[in-house]
Nanobody, 120 residues
């Protein structure tokens, strides 16, 4: 299995910044995408930011211009630079990794979640 370790969530005031990070390990042959999802109470889980193997990035409209995702291919890590945080960004953020395992099958792995709370 592939394991993800996340850290960097915190309580921060509106306008502040955070940079949660995620590291993947385990039976990884290749990674196709690494990204961050979030889920607020009573809301559906949504994609926040994602980077694919060719470097292309995807962002939720609500975070464009404020968040930047970066991936270290050699270390299998991904970080999310979050600037100009708003109370609406409050959620549990989950790292997600998609790829192929050493056994040849596709996998999707999720981190345990890290809480981001933005106060007004």
């Amino acid at each position: 299995q592939v394991q993800l370790v996340e850290f960097g969530g915190a309580l921060v005031q509106a306008g502040g910044s955070l940079r949660p990070s995620c590291a993947a390990s385990g039976d990884i042959f290749s990674i196709n995408a690494m990204g961050w999802y979030r889920q607020a109470p009573g809301e559906q889980r949504e994609l926040v930011a994602q980077v694919v193997s060719d470097g292309r990035t995807n962002y939720a409209d609500s975070v464009k211009g404020r968040f930047t995702i970066s991936r270290d291919n050699a270390k299998n890590t991904v970080a999310l630079q979050m600037n100009s945080l708003k109370p609406e960004d409050t959620a549990v953020y989950h790292c997600n990794v998609q790829g192929f395992s050493g056994a040849g099958g596709r996998f999707t792995s999720w981190g345990q979640g890290t809480q981001v709370t933005v106060s007004s």
